[in-house]
């Protein structure tokens, strides 16, 4: 069975610090990646997804299957990236199955 | 953007009464919804797999009887906690996958906070 692993409950860094919020899942097929964000009182929603290999928001995230890892990272943390967030998994279109496994999630707070 | 809506966002009821929270996609079509239960400060677990036109999947440990989902259209699926009891209490999300996408982002709604008294 897939599993995604959030190690962190908390990161504190402050504004202009570089973050680097960690992911890391076991899924003996092909996996797709997904990073999710909720800000406070907002619902969840899409940041960024591995298949897409984009930038959003100053966010990037690379897929590292040798380390079965999807880290997400900012080099300058903005007080408004202040947020909850997933990472999770999907089979793959190919897998035949498409619900998400989520993590635990990781409260990030950026300070001033 | 793919916009998912929610109806309540809140709902109180007394134990042993019927809850039902419907879950609608507004601009597209969906032929996957999905129910979520999130906790307190936790993450969201997975309920069931609701496709249009058939039966639900649920997730191990989910009592199909207890959380019946219904999908009769592609932009509508309605989740009813039956006797509910306290122990339910909890909030409630649902998610959609748009019909024919070639990948598999869900597009999540507000979330239901339900508590029973």
């Known amino acids: 069975a897939q599993r995604v692993t959030q190690p962190e409950k908390l990161l504190s860094v402050f504004k202009g610090a570089p973050v680097e919020l960690k992911c890391n899942y076991s899924?003996?097929?092909?996996?797709?990646l997904f990073w999710y964000v909720q800000y406070s009182r907002q619902r969840l929603q899409l940041l960024l997804r591995?298949?897409s290999r984009e930038s959003i928001k100053g966010f990037t995230a690379d897929l590292n299957k040798g380390e079965t890892s999807f880290h997400l990272k900012k080099p300058f943390a903005q007080e408004e990236d202040s947020a909850m967030y997933y990472c999770?998994?999907?089979?793959?279109?190919?897998?035949?199955?498409?619900?998400?496994?989520f993590g635990t999630g990781t409260q990030l707070k950026v300070e001033l | 953007g793919a916009v998912v809506s929610q109806h309540p966002s809140r709902v109180i009821c007394k134990s042993g009464t019927s809850v039902k929270i419907e879950c609608r996609s507004l601009?597209?079509?969906?032929?996957?919804m999905f129910w979520y239960r999130q906790f307190p400060k936790q993450s969201l677990m997975l309920m069931a797999t609701?496709?249009?036109?058939?039966?639900?999947?649920?997730e191990q440990g989910v009592e199909k009887d207890k959380f019946l989902i219904n999908h009769a259209s592609l932009t509508l699926s309605t989740l009813t906690v039956t006797s509910a009891h306290p122990e339910d209490s909890s909030f409630y999300i649902c998610?959609?996958?748009?019909?024919?996408?070639?990948?598999?982002?869900?597009?999540f709604g507000p979330g239901t906070r339900l508590t029973v008294l």
């Open positions: 998610s959609a996958r748009e019909q024919g996408a070639d990948h598999n982002e869900q597009f």
């Open positions: 899924y003996s097929g092909s996996p797709e």
């Open positions: 591995h298949i």
């Open positions: 999770a998994l999907s089979e793959g279109i190919t897998g035949g199955g498409n619900k998400l496994t």
């Open positions: 601009d597209f079509q969906a032929t996957t």
């Open positions: 609701s496709n249009e036109g058939s039966k639900a999947t649920y």
